[in-house]
């Protein structure tokens, strides 16, 4: 359901790099999108995917990851609030998400 907001961001932001976390089961749908630079395959603790799961530290380690990326912005597909602690770790100073659920 992202695809066409990817699709989006790619047409008003041409030069722009664009990463997406997603799970494991649907990293391999994504990484065949022309408009994505990257895909990041990540099971959050928290997640329903079928598979292992990270520990919290892992997720840490993560954070400290995209941290180092340097995000000009990032854009949270799903309105959930510890995704929504995700983005913020990630240092970005524009970050864009839903309010609630549903």
């Known amino acids: 359901m992202t695809t066409p907001a990817i699709r989006a961001l790619r047409r008003s932001f041409p ?4 990463d997406v976390l997603a799970k494991e089961e649907t990293a391999p ?3 065949g999108n022309p408009h994505l630079d990257r895909v990041i395959a990540f099971n959050a603790p928290w997640t ?11 997720t840490l380690c993560l954070a400290r ?3 180092r990326e340097r995000y ?3 854009v949270a597909f799903r309105a959930d609030p510890r ?3 995700l983005a913020r770790a990630t240092g ?4 864009l998400g839903s309010g609630g659920r549903g």
């Open 92 to 95: 970005a100073p524009v970050r």
């Open 48 to 58: 329903t995917a079928r598979g292992r799961k990270a520990t919290a530290f892992e």
């Open 29 to 31: 749908v994504l990484r």
């Open 83 to 85: 995704e929504a602690l």
């Open 15 to 18: 030069s722009a790099r664009i």
């Open 72 to 74: 000009d912005s990032v």
């Open 65 to 67: 990851s995209l941290r």
